[in-house]
Nanobody, 124 residues
Framework: QVQLVESGGGSVQAGGSLRLSCAASTYISRWNCVGWFRQAPGKEREGVARIYTDGGVTYYADFVEGRFTISRDNAKNTVYLQMNSLKPEDTAMYYC?????????????????WGQGTQVTVSS
């Protein structure tokens, strides 16, 4: 079975940093992309960032505002999300996900593999 395991979440003060990790049980290169999503209580799940296997092209949501960086380590089958200058509104459960389809996109991932999430809490 394909497994994705997130780690690195925690509680930090505004302006702090966290580095989230998404460890896959398979080669991450098997996917067209891997994405990070988040969901806060009472809000819909939203995409945070995604990285594409082809060329390592990245995409970020507008709210990231240059504060986050998504990266990958193919040797470790791990995707990272470095988060700096965290704000209270960044508080959410963060998930990583990949599509089942060979060329499935990572903007939504309605049919894919999902981790169980890691909680990020930012206090002011």
């Amino acid at each position: 079975q394909v497994q994705l395991v997130e780690s690195g979440g925690g509680s930090v003060q505004a302006g702090g940093s966290l580095r989230l990790s998404c460890a896959a049980s398979t080669y991450i290169s098997r996917w067209n992309c891997v994405g990070w999503f988040r969901q806060a209580p009472g809000k819909e799940r939203e995409g945070v960032a995604r990285i594409y296997t082809d060329g390592g092209v990245t995409y970020y949501a507008d709210f990231v505002e240059g504060r986050f960086t998504i990266s990958r380590d193919n040797a470790k089958n791990t995707v990272y999300l470095q988060m700096n200058s965290l704000k209270p509104e960044d508080t959410a459960m963060y998930y990583c996900a990949a599509p089942r389809a060979t060329y499935g996109g990572c903007d939504r991932i309605t049919d894919g593999y999902w981790g169980q999430g890691t909680q990020v809490t930012v206090s002011s």
